[in-house]
């Protein structure tokens, strides 16, 4: 590389501190390139020319120097708004993420071809360093959401300055459903796709189901309508094979529909009674869901959504209580469990369950059109 003070400011020591960077010594180019950087945030103004020089000639002294110096380096210029793109690139690209991550992490100089090449090549820690950027384009996070392990994952999903493509959002909802790590990083997602919320909603615990109620709450009509348009389009066709007496119960079920005698009453019967699959036939009717969503929420004893398909269904509190204590009937204390659901249930505004409720349905929708 040839280097030559002809197009620096004949006043300044740059071209003194660029001949230095011929000397051997390893003492002298770790000071060379200490003076270099001091230089660097000490000009008051800086030509283009200065700043391409200070960029080709402390990149090459940073490669040649061991890692607490490079490191160092990266610190100093993470947050510079003028730092030099070739310097920064070459500590963003360090195989070491003690080098790298500082300058990763804060510096407004690096662009998108030069973080891509990061997340492409390095390794977990670099990723995580990427993803807590205040802002990350959806080309690189999607390069993050496909190889970056659930701890890197869990830190680009915190960070709401992170862009995620529809894509990206579908493989992250995929993964949180085998993973209850990432279940708050999901639903706390401010950006995450209204439909693929609702599909944790089966998956998370109580706290984050009433944060996804409470985001249907406030959800935008308009909203509402284009984010059941694009779960159509995710929802699965196959659920597993009906129970052996299905046919049966449905021909029961619609026989009683007929005679006008399928009430919320004769849910509760049904219920009573061990027609298991009769009462889920009827609930998912009443509900407007389909059948394996009412299976999994009586199956798994799902109180508090039976809670959200009675209240939209406009069932008072003592028929969703008798509901609630007969799934629950194998547990001890049944009846007080089930009392400690009441509380939910009058705090939830029955428009908030309707709109959960379209989200379920979508399952339902699909089978119907095929």
């Not at 283009?48 to 960029?55: N, V």
């Not at 490191?71 to 920064?88: K, N, T």
């Not at 998956?203 to 996804?212: D, F, K, N, P, S």
């Not at 249930?345 to 709109?355: C, G, H, K």
Request: aromatic content about 4%.
């Amino acid at each position: 590389m040839t280097l030559t003070a002809a197009t620096v400011d004949q006043a300044s020591r740059l071209p003194d501190l660029i001949a230095m960077a011929h000397e051997g010594s390893s003492e002298t180019r770790r000071a060379l390139l200490r003076e270099l950087t001091d230089h660097f945030f000490g000009a008051p103004v800086r030509s283009q020319a200065e700043d391409a020089l200070y960029g080709e000639v402390m990149a090459r002294l940073a490669t040649e120097m061991e890692a607490a110096v490079r490191g160092e380096l990266s610190e100093r210029f993470s947050v510079s708004l003028d730092a030099p793109h070739a310097l920064v690139r070459t500590l963003a690209l360090d195989p070491s993420p003690e080098v790298a991550n500082p300058v990763l992490k804060g510096s407004p100089v690096l662009q998108d071809a030069d973080l891509l090449e990061v997340v492409a090549r390095r390794g977990q820690s670099q990723l995580r360093a990427v993803s807590g950027r205040a802002t990350v384009s959806e080309a690189v996070s999607d390069v993050i959401v496909e190889r970056g392990d659930d701890e890197t994952l869990g830190t680009l999903l915190r960070n709401q300055g992170a862009a995620l493509s529809r894509q990206a959002n579908e493989t992250v909802v995929s993964r949180a459903q085998a993973n209850p790590g990432l279940h708050a990083a999901v639903v706390e997602r401010t950006s995450l796709p209204p439909d693929l919320l609702n599909e944790m909603y089966f998956i998370v615990e109580a706290r984050l189901r009433r944060v996804i109620l409470e985001r249907n709450a406030r959800m935008d009509p308009a909203m509402l309508d284009q984010a059941l348009s694009a779960g159509r389009n995710r929802v699965a066709a196959d659920d597993g094979q009906l129970p052996d007496d299905y046919a049966e119960a449905e021909v029961y079920v619609r026989e009683l529909a007929a005679a006008g005698q399928l009430t919320p009453h004769t849910l509760a019967r049904l219920l009573r009674s061990g027609s298991r699959t009769a009462f889920l036939i009827a609930l998912a009717d009443m509900a407007e869901i389909d059948f394996h969503t009412a299976k999994h929420i009586v199956d798994r004893g799902e109180i508090d959504a039976l809670a959200v398909v009675c209240k939209a269904a406009n069932l008072d509190r003592s028929l969703f209580l008798t509901y609630a204590v007969v799934l629950l009937a194998r547990e001890q204390d049944a009846l007080a469990k089930a009392q400690s659901y009441t509380s939910l249930y009058n705090d939830l505004q029955r428009e908030t369950a309707m709109r959960t409720l379209r989200f379920w349905r979508l399952r339902r929708q699909a089978h119907e059109a095929a």
